[in-house]
């Protein structure tokens, strides 16, 4: 078992003086040392076990209960091989040993409301929102749950690079869609501890203050090239923006969202049956 210190000073690359030398439960040790793993074994994940996972996701928090998630298992080849020429910034996503696509669902409730004879007048923004939370939750307890059955897991944003041709394939139906995807597998390496932001950039005292933001960035920046340096070739839209000397966290994040991601988002929404009021 590693010290708290030991595993605070992995998160956050560095002594922040946080922890200590005493241990922690199994869980809360799992939990500080997770990483995402992208490579596996070419060893099946059993449909048992995965039931078991998804029950575990299905224990995760979820607003009044309404439960508005809906998780897609998709294990026939043949949806795979449909699916992922429209996600190829994952590759191989058809040969992943497990992959599953959690979905915010207004859907259901709708259906619901339907036979009960009972108006459903809430598809608004707050719906939108909740959804989104809950199946976030689930795929956050789903990922946690595989990781302690000594799985790899990784979420996908690349389901959502094309939605209207994912959704179709899945048939997603009006008040669905998905959030993001999860590939797991056993892990063929062990993957690393990804650095976190300070918390003192994280973490705000009674009121919100980011007057130090800057210094706590540079630190992170610092910190972060100290350990896992991003070589020039892998400096992200030099077209626009050339190469950088020093190539931080920051310049990278601010990069990537210096472009519009998927501005098709909202006009997909609202055809697809989420109002947004
Ligand atoms: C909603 C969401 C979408 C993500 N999409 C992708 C993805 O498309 N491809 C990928 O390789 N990782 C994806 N990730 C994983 C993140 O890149 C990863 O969590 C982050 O870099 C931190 O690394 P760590 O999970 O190892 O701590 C996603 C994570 C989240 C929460």
Known sequence: MATTKELLTARYGKDTGIGDGSVVSEKIEALLARRSVRLYKDEPVSDELLDVLIGCAQSAPSKSNLQQYSIIV????????????????????????????????????????????????????????????????????????????????????SLRDNMYAVADILEMPDGVFPIAGVMAGWPEAPGYVNQRLPQSVVVHRDRYDDSNLEAGIDDYDQTRNAAFPI???????TDLWGVAEFYGWSEHISRQLGKPERPEFKAFLQSHGFDLD
């Open 74 to 157: 998709v294990k026939d080849q043949g949806v795979r091989d449909q699916l992922a020429p429209w996600c190829p910034r994952t590759t191989g996503l058809e040969s992943k040993p497990a992959l599953l696509v959690f979905c915010a669902d207004i859907r259901r409730n709708q259906r619901i409301g339907e036979f009960r004879n009972r108006p459903n007048v809430n598809n608004n923004m707050d719906a939108f929102l909740n959804a989104t939370v809950d199946a976030a939750l689930a795929m956050g307890f789903f990922v946690t749950a595989a990781e302690a059955a000594g799985l790899g897991t990784a979420p996908l944003s």
């Open 231 to 237: 070589p020039a070739e892998r400096q992200t839209r």
